[in-house]
């Protein structure tokens, strides 16, 4: 069983009220339904034996499995034939088809691991450039990776503040290099403030089922959210 933390649970009752309170605590204690999403670059027909009957009705290539696999034994998952992703993350896909109908550039500000940033690109317009951010180092070689695997020519992976003029990394055409200097280049900038700490905000909103996070939640975390998100 989760213990939470007291700031977590006196906030978030304050917040909801006690019913809309228990109902959240009682879903935190289940166990989350396995899902993934396909890449139609590489993967036109691919039958997925696990998959459940009820499939994310927001997104065009989500699957529900019947339970967590061991993915990493698996050679289509490190070929980017799909990516293990929560369902409740592709609904990005339905905000870009309604408000994206012609090629842009975009940015993910906050993108490791990589999964919004692949998701956004498999569904922007033909000719679109996706440039996905990520301040912390270590985190942007995993999000390099990912968008490496995923495979889409029209991705770039960074690793700088927000605060600074983006450098790409790995180098790119000189005609991205120009854009990529001005924030009023993007005509599309998603941030996921959550990605980017284990917490949301100073209740210590713990969407991580890792009970050590839980434990040392309120030592440190919280003072770094704020420069990290920008």
Same mark, same amino acid.
């Given at each position: 069983?989760?213990?939470?933390?007291?700031?977590?649970?006196?906030?978030?009752?304050?917040?909801?009220?006690?019913?809309?309170?228990?109902?959240?605590?009682?879903?935190?204690?289940?166990?989350?339904?396995?899902?993934?999403? @396909?890449?139609?670059?590489?993967?036109?027909?691919? %039958?997925?034996?696990? /998959?459940? &009957? #009820?499939? $994310?009705?927001? +997104?065009?290539?989500?699957?529900?499995?019947?339970?967590?696999?061991?993915?990493?034994?698996?050679?289509?998952?490190?070929a980017g034939c799909y990516y293990v992703q929560e369902a409740s993350s592709m609904f990005v896909e339905q905000v870009l088809r309604q408000h994206v109908t012609?090629?842009?550039?975009? @940015?993910?500000?906050?993108?490791?691991?990589?999964? %919004?940033?692949?998701? /956004?690109? &498999? #569904?922007? $317009?033909?000719? +679109?450039?996706?440039?996905?951010?990520?301040?912390?180092?270590?985190?942007?070689?995993?999000?390099?990776?990912?968008?490496?695997?995923?495979?889409?020519?029209?991705?770039?992976?960074?690793?700088?503040?927000?605060?600074?003029?983006?450098?790409?990394?790995?180098?790119?055409?000189?005609?991205?290099?120009?854009?990529?200097?001005?924030?009023?280049?993007?005509?599309?900038?998603?941030?996921?403030?959550?990605?980017?700490?284990?917490?949301?905000?100073?209740?210590?909103?713990?969407?991580?089922?890792?009970?050590?996070?839980?434990?040392?939640?309120?030592?440190?975390?919280?003072?770094?959210?704020?420069?990290?998100?920008?």
């Amino acid at each position: 069983k989760m213990n939470l933390p007291a700031s977590f649970t006196e906030y978030t009752r304050a917040l909801l009220g006690v019913e809309e309170y228990e109902k959240l605590v009682s879903a935190l204690q289940q166990e989350p339904p396995v899902s993934i999403r @396909l890449n139609r670059l590489k993967v036109h027909r691919l %039958k997925v034996e696990n /998959a459940l &009957s #009820v499939q $994310p009705p927001w +997104s065009s290539e989500g699957i529900y499995l019947d339970e967590r696999l061991t993915f990493t034994f698996d050679p289509l998952f490190h070929a980017g034939c799909y990516y293990v992703q929560e369902a409740s993350s592709m609904f990005v896909e339905q905000v870009l088809r309604q408000h994206v109908t012609k090629p842009v550039v975009m @940015l993910d500000l906050c993108a490791a691991p990589g999964g %919004k940033s692949t998701h /956004a690109r &498999s #569904v922007l $317009p033909e000719g +679109s450039l996706l440039v996905a951010n990520e301040v912390i180092r270590n985190r942007s070689q995993i999000l390099a990776e990912n968008l490496t695997k995923w495979g889409h020519p029209e991705m770039r992976a960074e690793c700088h503040s927000p605060d600074i003029p983006l450098k790409p990394v790995p180098p790119v055409p000189y005609m991205y290099r120009r854009i990529l200097k001005r924030a009023a280049a993007f005509f599309l900038i998603h941030q996921n403030a959550s990605a980017v700490c284990s917490h949301l905000d100073a209740a210590h909103i713990p969407f991580s089922r890792d009970q050590k996070l839980h434990d040392d939640s309120g030592k440190k975390d919280p003072a770094l959210c704020p420069d990290r998100e920008g």
